[in-house]
T-cell receptor, first 113, second 113 residues
């Protein structure tokens, strides 16, 4: 079955550590996105990529980094510069040139310990 | 910048009734609007997309309207069931017809048996 796989489902980070969240899709979608969701708030866009080897900052990119070396993969690194990283992280993808809905992964819940 | 408001954080209705959720937006004219369903601890699932030149769209028990003059979308679930209980999010493109979406904070719907 086609879809988006996010891993791990739960992740614990110590102060000062960088951690990487994985996002893989086999839908052949060109565009991929990372959102952050905090309780009682909507999804906020961190980074997005519309084509391999290219990506753009969203509204809250500070303290995060991404890469897009393959069409299928769009990993997100939460760096130590992100002061409040505890949140639910969602990866999504969609087709290029079409106004279709996003397909989301099941999310990664990151907690700072 | 654009702003999305969804009515009340929580809505409780009796099984069999029609649930009506509201999404208001300001400051721009989106080319389309989308609705998603999100269950606790899961990623959102795309439900419907409605374009600016469409007044209404239906899918099974779901109906969405889009009033570009009022800058409002209404989302209806007819003959509601307890299984419809979830948080419903509306989403609009960041600008015009862009594919990057901005999301409302959602309305939590509970259908009581």
């Amino acid at each position: 079955d086609g879809g988006i796989t996010q891993s791990p489902k739960y992740l614990f980070r110590k102060e000062g550590q960088n951690v990487t969240l994985s996002c893989e899709q086999n839908l052949n979608h060109d565009a991929m996105y990372w959102y952050r969701q905090d309780p009682g708030q909507g999804l906020r866009l961190i980074y997005y990529s519309q084509i391999v080897n290219d990506f753009q900052k969203g509204d809250i990119a500070e303290g995060y980094s991404v890469s897009r070396e393959k069409k299928e993969s769009f990993p997100l690194t939460v760096t130590s510069a992100q002061k409040n990283p505890t949140a639910f992280y969602l990866c999504a993808s969609t087709e290029i040139g079409a106004r279709y809905g996003y397909t989301f992964g099941s999310g990664t819940r990151l907690t700072v310990v | 910048s654009q702003k999305i408001e969804q009515n009340s954080e929580a809505l409780n209705i009796q099984e069999g009734k029609t649930a009506t959720l509201t999404c208001n937006y300001t400051n721009y004219s989106p080319a389309y609007l989308q609705w998603y369903r999100q269950d606790p601890g899961r990623g959102p699932v795309f439900l419907l997309l409605i374009r600016e030149n469409e007044k209404e769209k239906r899918k099974e028990r779901l109906k969405v309207t889009f009033d570009t003059t009022l800058k409002q979308s209404l989302f209806h679930i007819t003959a509601s069931q307890p299984a419809d209980s979830a948080t419903y999010l509306c989403a609009l493109p960041y600008s015009g017809s862009a594919r990057q979406l901005t999301f409302g904070s959602g309305t939590q719907l509970t259908v009581l048996p």
